[in-house]
């Protein structure tokens, strides 16, 4: 205890309590100045939208749901970062340990244990500073859920594994035909903290080394269909469950106002786009080359069924099909809504009293708009 008090590792306590006060100071920080700011976004777009919705910002981000993921993060940040700043002290006399050595327990491999030692921490190093990027920009969006320290401490655990791995694949031995890498193994190592989905991929594609990373995208409902979403939009919904189109469609509008950084004039053309593609499907492409990109441009089409004959002449698409879908969208109540939703966002100054801004007629409304526009 009296080596852990001397001066000399008073450095040593201050990168513990930076490394491991991270988490919980930036939740705090975010409860307490950021979610201002977000609830106001929020409300704006409501009062744009003219919807009144009993889901609140605090329903989501309130402070007792962050408690457990902080505090797992902070966990596994403030062990590692104690136990390698601490080594020299916490492994004295270590020779050999199975988590350490792995497949070489019990050949005394003190050099592979001092090798897998120098792997994790940077690893962990790599993974901290990832998710701490990561915690920011989040924050700075209005964006930092919960469960974004549930994954920065899963993805600091499945960082340290794969590099710890793969420091067993080149092993401590001199005279491996491994050295080359051996000597860059702590880049590795940070590099696989940063970016671990790289290395599972590539060890995933050595298997698969015969099939297209296209091939993935060939669902009719992916959300690579979707006009303006990438691979980093696609992630971050996935995390609150939306994997396709249909999900997309189907979502409720303020769980993605509250849930996601993305404003409203985003998301409604986002779910305008998964509508559409639920209802068109393999002519979804037809449909955009006739500049028909969501059900909204659909409504404002509103043409008799010779137009529509000539429409799907003109693209390819059959004239009956085109027609169900015709009558599908502009019948649909909630397609209605939504349609009045994003008027009031591209309008927000209108008069209240216009009539974009009452109750959706499916006949008359989407030609006055049409005019208006």
């Not at 000597?183 to 940070?190: E, K």
Request: glycine fraction near 6%; charge should be negative; include cysteine.
């Amino acid at each position: 205890m009296a080596e852990l008090l001397e001066f000399s590792n008073i450095g040593k306590f201050i990168v513990i309590i930076i490394i491991g006060g991270f988490m919980p100071l930036s939740a705090f920080s975010f409860l307490t100045i950021t979610l201002k700011k977000k609830k106001k976004e929020y409300e704006k777009a409501l009062s744009e939208m003219s919807i009144s919705s009993s889901r609140r910002v605090e329903d989501t981000y309130s402070a007792g749901k962050f408690f457990l993921p902080v505090a797992f993060a902070t966990l596994i940040c403030g062990t590692a970062i104690t136990y390698f700043v601490f080594t020299d002290l916490l492994t004295e006399g270590l020779e050999d340990s199975l988590f350490l050595t792995g497949a070489f327990y019990g050949q005394n491999k003190t050099g592979l244990v001092n090798q897998s030692l120098a792997v994790l921490s940077m690893a962990f190093m790599g993974g901290f500073l990832w998710s701490a990027q990561n915690i920011i920009r989040r924050m700075v969006a209005y964006d930092l859920s919960p469960s974004v320290y549930y994954s920065a401490g899963i993805r600091i655990i499945l960082a340290s594994v794969i590099a710890l791995v793969l420091s067993f694949v080149i092993g401590a031995d001199s005279n491996t035909n491994f050295l080359s890498f051996q000597s860059s193994l702590g880049a590795i190592s940070f590099l696989t903290g940063m970016f671990p989905e790289r290395v599972l991929n590539y060890i995933i594609n050595l298997y698969k080394r015969f099939v297209s990373p296209d091939d993935l995208n060939e669902n009719v409902l992916s959300l690579y269909k979707i006009e303006g979403i990438s691979l980093a939009h696609r992630e971050r919904l996935a995390e609150i469950g939306i994997d396709n189109a249909q999900n997309l469609a189907t979502v409720s509008l303020t769980k993605l106002l509250v849930e996601t950084p993305y404003g409203a004039r985003q998301i409604l053309d986002w779910i305008g786009q998964a509508k559409l593609l639920c209802y068109a499907k393999e002519n979804i492409v037809a449909l955009r080359q006739a500049g028909i990109r969501s059900v909204f441009d659909l409504v404002k089409v509103h043409q008799s069924r010779e137009g529509l004959r000539e429409i799907s002449e003109a693209v390819g698409i059959n004239s009956p099909l085109l027609q169900v879908i015709h009558d599908q969208v502009v019948n649909d109540k909630g397609i209605q809504s939504l349609y009045r939703f994003q008027f009031g966002v591209n309008s927000p100054n209108e008069d209240e009293n216009s009539p974009e801004k009452g109750t959706i007629d499916a006949e008359n409304l989407p030609i006055e708009v049409s005019m208006n526009n």
